[in-house]
């Protein structure tokens, strides 16, 4: 059974870094055939696609939102995937979860959640 557990939220005033983790277990990270994936949905927001990475060969997509303020990437040995989040702004505050699946054709078809970190940037 796939267990994912974020870690690394927090409260940071505009400007600032954090950095998130997802512990995963009775999953692979190095399988070509994977894919993981954090997620947000912020206070009254849809829940959104934030960052990607195709575990295989470690291609990643990234919000346009975030894109040069966030990094996204995997620890193999420690079968841990984390976010790198810089700049931070209010609007980055929400509830962020790691998620994890299998290559559709257009993205990452999600298909297990872990139980999310939250994430408040103040200004």
């Known amino acids: 059974q796939v267990q994912l557990v974020e870690s690394g939220g927090g409260s940071v005033q505009t400007g600032g870094s954090l950095r998130l983790s997802c512990a995963a277990s009775?999953?692979?990270?190095?399988?070509?055939?994977?894919?993981m994936g954090w997620f947000r949905q912020g206070p009254g927001k849809e829940r959104e696609d934030v960052a990607t990475i195709y575990t295989g060969g470690g291609r990643t997509y990234y919000a346009d939102s975030v894109k040069g303020r966030f990094t996204i990437s995997q620890d193999n040995a420690k079968n841990t995937l984390y976010l790198e989040m810089s700049s931070l702004k209010p609007e980055d505050t929400g509830l962020y979860y790691c998620?994890?699946?299998?290559?559709?054709?257009?993205?990452?078809?999600?298909?297990?959640w872990g139980q999310g970190t939250q994430v408040t940037v103040s200004s």
């Open positions: 998620a994890a699946g299998k290559p559709g054709v257009w993205a990452c078809d999600i298909e297990h």
């Open positions: 009775g999953y692979t990270f190095s399988n070509r055939d994977n894919c």
